[in-house]
């Protein structure tokens, strides 16, 4: 039997649910993109882009995904013959080195454990080893929808600086922008890059690049630049058209737009941090409930390394895929399958346009299923997760 029909819920870590008055928003039809209302829209979104990340520094909007975002950060701050780190603390930082090995450049991986945060005295060690100016850049990632794992971007910056080394911080913070608190310049970050589709509420088609002077200034007269990303002539912009390196991406301006406004009506970034917060936590107190030997459990168990805006689980004895199917078959539920082992574990995304019955209800329909798998079980994690809930209601 299934019972899906009703309204689909997806609870993967990104593309996330999007608002009704986003989708309506990007309906708008196509405007004058020389003069007009699209100028005013899109001196909104930048004036407004700054204070996402927290920083002084400028931020751009490029088409395109998370990907095009790292492609503008390398393109702009690299030359030829530069040496980068990247910090291993799941998948994606990974898949950010390989475009930075793309490019022709040499990268060294910082190896990392598969489930847990970069170590910032292994990184200092590491940087130590070698001249302050081997490499040119360290990336790593905020948060890892992989694995669900958050670093400590401020204690990665100190062991940087303790290490006397001049490279550039760039920290992808697609995952983890509008769902995790993050400040660029109090953490010393010099790059953030980002896209639309997770905790900013947006369809996927914007990526989001910030930089601070510094790196800006660094960046003059490198020989990896390209026109349709140079972050300069963004920068010295005098039409819309220019501002995104061609035609704009008209009908997702529309829509960022709105969702910024519906961050800025919650009470802000602090705001919805908050509500981030107290999702996850009952996420995470359901999985703690349902935890047992050769049962599900959390993949990161260190709460500090916990992601707001996903939790990876193993699924123990129970085929992950198969628990998927039957979610969405079955009961109308998507969950996140795994990016590494997809019949070893799973993800619940909880980012953006969340709220209490979406998140009980997905975990209630996981529950269920696990149950009529007759999956090993500790727990009931409902009521755990309704404990918490009702902390957050006051």
């Known amino acids: 039997m299934s019972l899906r029909f009703g309204r689909a819920v997806v609870a993967i870590p990104g593309p996330s649910i999007v608002p009704d008055r986003v989708l309506e928003a990007m309906r708008t039809p196509m405007p004058?993109?020389?003069?007009?209302?699209?100028?005013?829209?899109?001196?909104?979104?930048?004036?407004?882009?700054?204070?996402?990340?927290?920083?002084?520094?400028?931020?751009?909007?490029?088409?395109?995904?998370?990907?095009?975002?790292w492609d503008m950060a390398i393109a702009n701050t690299l030359r030829r013959g530069d040496k980068v780190l990247v910090l291993d603390s799941g998948q994606f930082p990974k898949m950010w080195g390989e475009a930075v090995a793309f490019a022709g450049l040499e990268t060294e991986v910082l190896p990392g454990s598969p489930f847990g945060p970069v170590d910032p005295a292994q990184l200092a060690e590491r940087l130590m080893a070698g001249p302050s100016d081997e490499f040119a850049a360290v990336i790593g990632?905020?948060?890892?929808?992989?694995?669900?794992?958050?670093?400590?971007?401020?204690?990665?910056?100190?062991?940087?600086?303790?290490?006397?080394?001049?490279?550039l911080f760039m920290i992808d913070g697609i995952a983890s922008l509008g769902c995790d608190e993050y400040h660029m310049d109090d953490w010393g970050v010099d790059v953030t890059v980002g896209a639309s589709q997770k905790g900013l509420m947006t369809p996927p088609g914007i990526g989001l690049v910030w930089v601070n002077d510094r790196t800006r200034e660094r960046g003059q007269g490198n020989d990896l630049r390209l026109q349709s990303l140079d972050w300069d002539s963004r920068a010295n912009a005098t039409r819309v058209y220019e501002n995104y390196g061609g035609t704009p991406p008209v009908s997702h301006l529309y829509a960022f737009r709105e969702a910024l406004r519906m961050i800025d009506e919650e009470g802000g970034l602090a705001a919805a941090w908050a509500r981030h917060q107290v999702l996850a936590d009952a996420v995470r107190?359901?999985?703690?409930?349902?935890?047992?030997?050769?049962?599900?459990?959390?993949?990161?168990?260190?709460?500090?390394?916990?992601?707001?805006?996903?939790?990876?689980?193993?699924?123990?004895?129970?085929?992950?895929?198969?628990?998927?199917?039957?979610?969405?078959?079955?009961?109308?539920?998507?969950?996140?399958?795994?990016?590494?082992?997809?019949?070893?574990?799973?993800?619940?995304?909880?980012?953006?346009?969340?709220?209490?019955?979406?998140?009980?209800?997905?975990?209630?329909?996981?529950?269920?299923?696990?149950?009529?798998?007759n999956a090993p079980l500790g727990g009931s994690g409902l009521e755990a997760a309704a404990e918490v809930i009702a902390t957050g209601l006051g």
């Open 32 to 69: 004058d993109i020389y003069g007009g209302e699209l100028v005013d829209v899109s001196d909104e979104v930048l004036a407004q882009l700054p204070g996402i990340v927290g920083t002084k520094g400028r931020g751009f909007v490029l088409i395109g995904n998370g990907h095009s975002a």
């Open 141 to 167: 990632v905020h948060v890892d929808t992989a694995n669900s794992v958050r670093n400590d971007v401020a204690a990665l910056r100190r062991a940087i600086d303790q290490a006397g080394s001049s490279a």
């Open 285 to 373: 107190a359901a999985a703690t409930q349902w935890a047992t030997a050769g049962g599900v459990r959390m993949c990161i168990e260190d709460p500090a390394a916990q992601s707001n805006g996903v939790t990876a689980l193993h699924s123990g004895s129970v085929n992950a895929l198969e628990l998927a199917h039957r979610c969405q078959a079955g009961a109308g539920v998507t969950i996140g399958r795994g990016v590494v082992s997809p019949t070893s574990f799973f993800r619940i995304g909880h980012m953006g346009h969340v709220n209490p019955p979406m998140v009980m209800g997905v975990l209630g329909t996981i529950e269920a299923v696990l149950r009529s798998m």
